[in-house]
């Protein structure tokens, strides 16, 4: 919406969003950096952050909370200006993996197999930036060239920003940013069981890279 140019903006003005996703999470983390909360908007809950991008395009909602290739597409097409992004917002949503307690007790040689197979392949695209673009972008149905516009907005995870994130054992960041999000999941009553991120979260496949 042209009229929406600062945060106070927002006010009472209809925002779609996936509900429970990490949408909202960005949502809640933005609305509560600029001194409001959830009950200062029309909340428009969608099933897909991309029905949230449409939702914006057809004029439906003033604001959408949506990801990529939506938000190059809005952006480029004059549609629509970004108020916040994970390139603002750089420690608050991440892509994880995550494995069963039973998976991770008896397949912790495969469990780093992977991490190290993943690891090595962020390697690659940083040291072949033109092939990888062009193998991503086949597989996500998107052009070459619009790939790497889409990517500027993406930011892959080395071994160094892995351990940024997950260190130090027991007090990292990524511990603190779950701690943050079941506050969050509670208010919103889409969590029953509370859990802290010191038990879920482990740094010993990072630590045993090679």
Do not use: C, H
């Amino acid at each position: 919406n042209s009229k929406i140019k600062q945060p106070s903006d927002i006010k009472g003005k209809k925002v779609a969003f996936t509900r429970g996703s990490p949408s909202q999470f960005l949502l809640m983390q933005y609305l509560k950096k600029n001194g409001m909360s959830m009950s200062d908007i029309q909340r428009v809950e969608v099933d897909d952050p991309g029905r949230a991008g449409e939702a914006f395009v057809s004029g439906s909602v003033d604001v959408a909370v949506t990801w990529e290739p939506n938000i190059s597409q809005i952006v480029s097409s004059g549609k629509g200006r970004i108020l916040e992004s994970t390139k603002t917002f750089p420690d608050l949503i991440f892509d994880v993996m995550v494995v069963s307690p039973d998976s991770y007790e008896k397949r912790k040689e495969d469990i780093q197999k992977f991490v190290n197979g993943w690891l090595k392949a962020i390697d690659y695209i940083k040291a072949n930036q033109k092939e990888s673009y062009s193998i991503m972008a086949k597989s996500m149905n998107i052009t070459e060239n619009d790939f790497p516009a889409m990517a500027e907005a993406l930011k892959f995870a080395d071994i160094t920003r892995n351990k940024e994130m997950l260190l130090p054992t027991g007090n990292s960041k990524a511990i603190l940013i779950f701690d943050e999000a079941v506050k969050d999941w509670s208010n919103e009553k889409l969590i029953q069981t509370v859990n802290e991120g010191k038990n879920l979260i482990t740094s010993e496949f990072i630590e045993k890279y090679k």
